[in-house]
């Protein structure tokens, strides 16, 4: 209101969402780029993805006060498959991917998504890491570092449709994950990880800050099943998935004279 100079209205919003709380799959920044765009439709604000994405950050980020990067604003307003580079200045660049249609149907069919059963708050963890990075702490740095080049490598086998190379950098990119912060892995995930990769399963990586949340499993799809069966006996449960083309978006519905 203030921001955009409009006229306090009362109204009442009502939200709902599929996934659990804390599940580490970025629904926290979501359901605020949901709530803007519904601002937006009932307003007319002249704001894009880039700007919608801002606003949601600025208000998580900073009018919250809660830790955590930019990367879930922009996945959410944008949608699909996206290459993200953050650079100085608080500049961001979303760069579309042009992924073949086998190429989303196969890493579709490759992902076992696992929800572990146990939430957690992203925040701590992330504040650990950054303690972690701003003391110097080599290890977490070089991690950092490497993380950030699992990115650039990602990109690559996704447009090749490499789902082996993807599953191999996936699971170095957890490995370094792991070096980041000690709370990012608990023996209820390496459980979970023993369990999918005694199965079948290439690699994966725990969904978000860590800790808990959701896992995602690269697998053969041929062993599919048998991964899911062997996680079935654990306390969590797996939950199917669909990949999205487009982003949040909103519309608005006019009353109209009923007859």
């Known amino acids: 209101m203030s921001d955009y100079k409009l006229n306090p209205k009362g109204f009442r919003i009502t939200t709902y969402n599929d996934a659990p709380i804390g599940s580490g ?3 926290s920044s979501s359901m605020v780029v949901c709530i803007l765009k519904a601002f937006i439709e009932w307003f007319l604000l002249p704001l894009g993805d880039y700007e919608t994405s801002r606003l949601a950050y600025e ?8 830790s955590g990067g930019k990367q879930d604003q ?39 998504l696992y929800f572990t059963g146990a939430s957690r708050s992203s925040a701590k963890i992330i504040n650990e890491q950054k303690e972690n990075t701003s003391k110097g702490n080599n290890e977490a740095v070089e991690a ?8 650039i490598d990602m990109k690559l086998a996704l447009l090749k449709g490499d789902m082996h190379s993807f599953a191999y950098i996936l699971g170095k990119g957890w490995e370094n994950k792991k070096k980041m912060a000690n709370a990012i892995s608990n023996p ?4 979970a990880f023993d369990v999918a990769i005694s199965a079948g399963a290439i690699s994966g990586k725990v969904s978000g800050a860590g800790g808990g949340g959701f896992i995602m499993f690269m697998v053969e799809p041929t062993k ?8 079935g006996k654990l306390s969590g449960f797996v939950m199917p998935f669909q990949f999205t083309e487009d982003g949040a978006h909103g519309w608005k519905v006019y009353e109209t004279d009923r007859v």
């Open 144 to 151: 950092m570092h490497k993380i950030k080049q699992s990115a």
């Open 74 to 112: 922009y996945s959410a307003a944008f949608g699909g498959f996206n290459f993200m580079e953050f650079l100085k200045e608080d500049l961001v660049i979303v760069n579309p991917l042009k992924m073949k249609r086998w190429i989303v149907d196969e890493l579709e069919a490759s992902i076992v």
């Open 188 to 191: 209820m995930i390496q459980e």
């Open 59 to 66: 208000i998580e980020r900073k009018d919250l006060n809660l």
């Open 25 to 27: 799959l970025g629904t």
């Open 224 to 231: 599919k099943k048998m991964v899911i069966d062997a996680l």
